[in-house]
Nanobody
Framework: QAQLVESGGGLVQPGGSLRLSCVGS????????MGWFRQAPGKERKDASC???????????YYANSVKGRFTISRDSAKNTVYLDMDSLKPDDTAVYYC???????????????????WGQGTHVTVSS
């Protein structure tokens, strides 16, 4: 059974950094575009905003304006893992973060429209002093 498992969330002070990990089991992440999404606490995952997508090609990943220049998406194929490095964190970054394996991404829209085949369970990030 395919599964995505996120980790790395926690409490961090403003200006700090975190690395989120998304490990795939029963699924080869390199076969998919991989996205990171976030939603404000208390809201449903269906309302999650797309913040970054990597198509596993030579093109630059997508980043939402709110995270551009601060967050970096990357992959480790050997570990079947996708990462989200988050720097210069702000209180507005407080959210539940999800990774998803995407079978379709339409970059004609911003944020892009997508079809997600698999979602992780989410990891909480709290940015507070």
């Amino acid at each position: 059974q395919a599964q995505l498992v996120e980790s790395g969330g926690g409490l961090v002070q403003p200006g700090g950094s975190l690395r989120l990990s998304c490990v795939g089991s029963g699924i080869t992440l390199d076969d998919y575009s991989m996205g990171w999404f976030r939603q404000a606490p208390g809201k449903e995952r269906k309302d999650a905003s797309c913040i970054s997508v990597d198509d596993n090609d030579d093109l630059s990943p997508y980043y939402a304006n709110s995270v551009k220049g601060r967050f970096t998406i990357s992959r480790d194929s050997a570990k079947n893992t996708v990462y989200l490095d988050m720097d210069s964190l702000k209180p507005d970054d407080t959210a539940v973060y999800y990774c998803a394996a995407l079978s379709f991404v339409n970059y004609a829209f911003d944020p892009p429209k997508y079809e997600a085949d698999y979602w992780g369970q989410g990891t909480h990030v709290t940015v507070s002093s």
